[in-house]
């Protein structure tokens, strides 16, 4: 069965930093894309990072360039997002989601989490 299980989110304010877990069963992150999806109260669900299957490269959403690192740590199974120097409009729910073929920051991807709520205070 497959299982995508965030955590990581919290409150933090402005300037702060936060790193989320993706913590992954049924198949091996490895072989897989995984990307890291945000959606704010009242906004659509926007991609926000992706690494690509077998060590392929990452892709950034430009509000996340320079600020935010996506990782892999295949004996965990596990993907990362580090996030530093937070604004408040980085504030939402973050999903990580998987994909076998799919990659990038359009969000047709297979499997998706639960979510982890981010709260960037100004």
């Known amino acids: 069965q497959v299982r995508l299980v965030e955590s990581g989110g919290g409150l933090v304010q402005a300037g702060g930093s936060l790193r989320l877990s993706c913590v992954v069963s049924?198949?091996?992150?490895?072989?897989?894309?995984i990307a890291w999806f945000r959606q704010a109260p009242g906004k659509e669900r926007e991609g926000v990072s992706c690494?690509?299957?077998?060590?392929?490269?990452?892709v950034y959403a430009d509000s996340a360039q320079g600020r935010f690192t996506i990782s892999r740590d295949n004996d965990k199974n596990t993907v990362f997002l580090q996030m530093n120097s937070l604004k408040p409009e980085d504030t939402g729910t973050y999903f990580c989601?998987?994909?076998?073929?799919?990659?990038?920051?359009?969000?047709?991807?297979?499997?998706w989490g639960q979510g982890t709520q981010v709260t960037v205070s100004s």
């Open positions: 690494i690509k299957s077998n060590d392929r490269g990452t």
């Open positions: 989601a998987a994909d076998l073929w799919h990659w990038g920051l359009k969000d047709n991807y297979d499997y």
């Open positions: 049924g198949f091996t992150v490895e072989f897989y894309s």
